[in-house]
């Protein structure tokens, strides 16, 4: 019998699925399960937790919970069940003010396998010391000099890089001061070593307990059976009930004021930066949410809205990414601000923002702005398109912090309510008006003025180094001795075989030998028009094969897929264009897509558009209009975006080490590689800021406008594909309405080429700017999944990662991550670290792990959880449209149904013989290349040459 009692029930029809409530009268325990037949069956057990300091408690005790339980008393039961497991995801999340533990599978099995562990680990964790040691921090000492290390102060000295993460924080901290928002969530690393075990124990005792748990469930598994091993094995043994611990709420009774200093480049004086915030009201209040989707929608949802609109035509700065709606904390916050502002144009650009507002609050904005944002709230409600985690997860966590906070967690899954109030609040004279008055009226409000900080780094690398020092100089004997026989317990224990016998299992009989099935589409053939289950929304997208343009056309293909949305189209200007384009259909874009087919580059360049099925003549003159009348004279739109991209590359070059290493050290090997390298890498660097330069003049704008309109000329005259996807026959009416333009359809006035050259690749290079973390990436070039080796060398990725770099990296090397990973459609293997405090110690890593696996007996369980692990990446389910895109990359590189099913049938009869021949073949005789980001060059680098990347995106590579 299950102890939780029915509440009641919901059908929301949009999501063809049926919400239903329950609570444990004991405990008070509350369990919401969204009855639906999706085949992704979802779980996640969430907690409040409200630290009062930076400690990082709440974040080391999410990593330690998962390092061993009760029933699986094994070191790292999370990562075992990784490799044990279908599961299509699996993570565990600390927010500022709750942490969440979800997983995602489509095995039933496998989900109550995942269930138990899940429920042991959260409820009945360990909660070792050494672990504590290993994942929070401990004390080092490298040749008698004392220093930290440990997982969670690892990755969170690479989160500080982000000078974003900087402002929010900030933001926050003094938008609700004296409550737990005010605190680091994740930790500071300057606060970290203030934690001690027990101080995690008691933190884990007095907020992991029923009475505070929430847990939410999805799927055609009855709540009753999920319900019931809760009873059996949580409710039975925790009983009792306590009060819910809530995040405190702000008392903003007059507008304050800060300073907040982000991380900045030296030697620029536009990193200064002006942001209003205010308290809007409790964010699990649905009328206060959507409320604030309108005014966010009203005031900056396009080109032509009035804030945005007065923020970019400046002439100065850009508007900030932090602008909009927030609901990260327990009462909502609203965003407005400018960024990449010099000190003296911080006063005007605050006048600049006030006046738009007032000017908002008198006039509003046209009813149909407002009605096109609560078609655009229905559309995200149907939409079930999936991005790094699955759809059903996604609405899931954004449903926790409502039922957190006292909310009704039926809006969070239903609007239907909300949006009907809503759409008789917008009629009504002044309704908008009053929302933004409301704005300027109000005292809960911050100004802060963002100051950039050349020193950031340095001053906490010397607050760092200064603790450290007052430590050492007061370490006794007895101090020494207890650090050095911690760590070398931990070594020795991170050193010992684990046993996980204990743990549950999926093996490779238990699963299917057939692929998952994709929509089939006809080979060459200028029109596809699929029917998908697509809950009533339809999707377009015209694709045109751009392989023949040149090498030096790659950097202007990506930049003009970069602005071509928020530029002019036939009559109307880029503000006209894009306010009639959101008010036409929800969501629009171009994509620029490269693929390999036997070893050869072939692009893509499409256009895409998806609305509701009512909305199809919309989504057609959409596209139409953006493929058939361009307009490329807007010149100080065009100088805009560009200074805009130029100097949001330049503030991020941190925040974005590891991908630029990644791409490079990709690019020799890989075409896709080196094409995605000179079009999002460092090759892209030197041309966005060259870019920038000429935008400054109006030749250089008409130069890049020229170029602009001879890319639109040359890919429209490309062969083109439509692919258009609904429900029953609305693929079919929709491609009817959609055909691509002849090649003549646009004539582009002359241009001259110029000499656009792709930055060339560079081999085994240390990409830096100043930083605390490095990122190690290397990669060899090998064949894609139709050779025969293909199955062995993925499923020696999983091997390595699970035996080997799992172990070096992480839990002795205390990066937050490492790995390897055979990439058939780049036809690359790679292996990677992230966040990682060493650097050459990583590459000796890398090594040791290809000579390991060549001298090891694996066990036969040890391959079959690898070839596990690469099965349920095979699995995932994709959305039906996603479905369709799958089917279509596939067709275009060549892989056939046949093709697909020999790669599943030789990964899952993968041999331990078969992994060694094939690593040795392709990585241990051949030589690769590395890449690595690096925060600081006067460590060991590993024979790496150092790439100033301040260098790189100085060099102008636009010059004619």
Known sequence: MSPFELLRTHAIPSLQATLEEYRDPSTGARHIHLANDEADLAFLVAFPTVPDNSDGRAHILEHLALSGSERYPVRDPFFSMMR????????????????????????????????????DATFFPKLDYLNFRQ?????????????????VFNEMKGAFADPGRALYHGLLANLFQGTTYEAVSGGDPLDIPDLTHAALKEFHASHYHPSQAVFMTAGPVPAREIQQRIAERVLSRLTGSAPLKMPQLAALEAPRQAVIKVPAQAGRDDG??????????????????????????????????????????????????????????????????????????????????????????????????????????????????????????????????????????????????????????????????????????????????????????????????????????????????????????????????????????????????????????????GCHAVSIASNGISYARVQYDVTALDEQDWPWLQLYVDLRRDLGVGERSYDQADAWRQQAAPAFGLQLSPALNDGALRLALSFQASGLREEQEGIADVIRAYVGSPRFDEFPRI??????MAQHRIKNLAQMGDHYANLAAGAPGSPLRYFENATAGIG????????????????????????????????????????????????????????????????????????????????????????????????????????????????????????????????????????????????????????????????????????????????????EQAIISVIKGLDRPASPFDAVLLSLNLQRRGIAPADRARFRSGVLNCTAE??????????????????????NTGQDLAGLGVVDLLAVAAADQAAT
């Open 684 to 863: 892209y660097l030197p041309f966005v800021t060259g870019l920038q330069a000429r935008a400054a003049s109006d030749e250089g704008v008409a130069w890049i406008a020229r170029h602009l309109a001879r890319i639109h000329a040359l890919v429209t005259a490309c062969p083109a594909t439509v692919v258009c996807a609904g429900s029953g026959a609305d693929a079919q009416a929709l491609a009817e309405r959609i055909a691509p333009p002849s090649a003549n359809a646009f004539t582009a006035g002359p241009a001259d080429r110029g000499a656009t050259a792709v930055a060339g690749v560079r081999k085994d290079c240390a990409l830096h700017v100043p930083g605390q973390v490095n990122h190690c990436h290397i990669a060899w070039s090998v064949p894609d999944e139709r050779h025969p080796d293909a199955p062995a060398l993925a499923v020696a990725a999983e091997l390595l990662t699970h035996q080997f770099l799992h172990t070096a990296i992480r839990e002795k090397g205390g990066a937050y991550g490492g790995g390897a990973g055979y990439v058939p459609g780049a036809a690359i293997f790679a292996m990677k670290s992230f966040r990682d405090p060493r650097m050459a110690g990583t590459y000796a890593d890398f090594a040791a792990a290809i000579e390991g696996l060549a001298a090891t007996d694996f066990p036969d369980e040890q391959v």
């Open 135 to 151: 994942e929070g921090w401990r004390h080092v000492l490298d040749g008698g000099k004392l220093g930290y290390q440990g997982v």
């Open 914 to 935: 078969g992994i060694k021949a094939a690593v040795h073949r392709w990585l241990r005789l051949r030589t690769p290349n590395r890449a690595a980001f690096v925060g």
């Open 272 to 525: 200064f930066g002006i942001q209003f915030a205010w308290i809007l009201g409790e964010s699990a209040d649905s009328s206060v949410f959507q409320q604030a989707r309108l005014l966010e929608a009203g005031l900056l949802g396009d080109a032509s809205a009035p804030l945005r609109k007065a923020m970019e035509s400046a002439g100065y700065g850009r508007p900030s990414r932090m602008n909009g709606i927030d609901d990260s904390a327990r009462q909502l916050a609203f965003h407005l601000g400018m960024e990449g502002l010099e000190q003296h144009q911080v006063a005007d650009a605050q006048i600049r923002i006030r006046g738009a507002l007032e000017q908002a609050a008198q006039r509003g904005v046209p009813e149909a702005v407002l009605r096109a944002a609560l078609r655009d709230i229905r559309y995200q409600q149907r939409n079930t398109a999936s991005g790094q985690m699955p759809n059903v997860l996604m609405r899931m966590l954004t449903a926790v912090p409502v039922a957190m906070r006292g909310g009704d967690v039926k809006d969070s899954f239903d609007s239907e309510r909300a949006l009907g109030q809503l759409e008789q609040r917008i009629a009504e004279p002044g309704f908008f008006e009053g929302l933004v008055r409301g704005l300027l009226e109000s005292p809960a409000r911050l100004t802060a003025t963002v100051v950039p900080d050349p020193e950031y780094f340095a001053k906490r690398d010397a607050a760092e180094a200064a603790r450290l020092a007052r430590e050492q100089a007061g370490l006794s004997a007895a101090d020494r001795s207890r650090i050095e026989a911690d760590n070398a317990a931990l070594l020795a224990l991170q050193g010992q075989p684990t046993d996980t016998s204990v743990l549950p299992r999926i093996t490779p009989r238990d699963v299917s030998p057939q692929p998952r099935p994709l929509p089939q589409l006809a080979p060459q053939t």
């Open 639 to 644: 100088a805009f975006l560009c200074t805009q």
């Open 84 to 119: 044990r497991s279908t599961a299509t995801f699996m993570n565990a999340m600390t927010y500022a003010d709750r942490t969440v533990y979800p997983f995602v599978s489509t095995d039933a099995r496998d989900y109550f396998n995942l269930l138990d562990v899940y429920l």
